[in-house]
């Protein structure tokens, strides 16, 4: 489906929000196809799991040499208020 210049603008000016808005015309522009703005990655967004994948393992690798080689419990102790 190939769209007129017109319907273009028309369905740019129809998405609401302006992050949505500028995401669509930069694909539009550079001439990306659907399947390839999906595979996109938003650059150090660190709630996406695509973006911070690799970090995540790093930082859990890392985290994971610090510990020691025992085995581990967490205990909690409820105290009562002092008097």
């Given at each position: 489906m190939v769209l007129s210049a017109?319907?273009?603008?028309?369905?740019?000016?129809?998405?609401?929000?302006?992050?949505?808005r500028?995401?669509?015309t930069t694909a539009y522009a550079a001439g990306l196809r659907a399947s390839e703005v999906a595979g996109l990655r938003v650059a150090r967004n660190r709630h996406c799991p695509k973006c911070q994948g690799a970090a995540r393992a790093q930082w859990l690798a890392e985290r994971q040499a610090q510990l020691l080689p025992v085995p581990y419990f967490h205990v909690v102790f409820t105290l009562p208020p002092p008097r």
């Open positions: 017109d319907e273009v603008v028309l369905f740019l000016e129809s998405v609401s929000t302006l992050k949505s500028a995401a669509l």
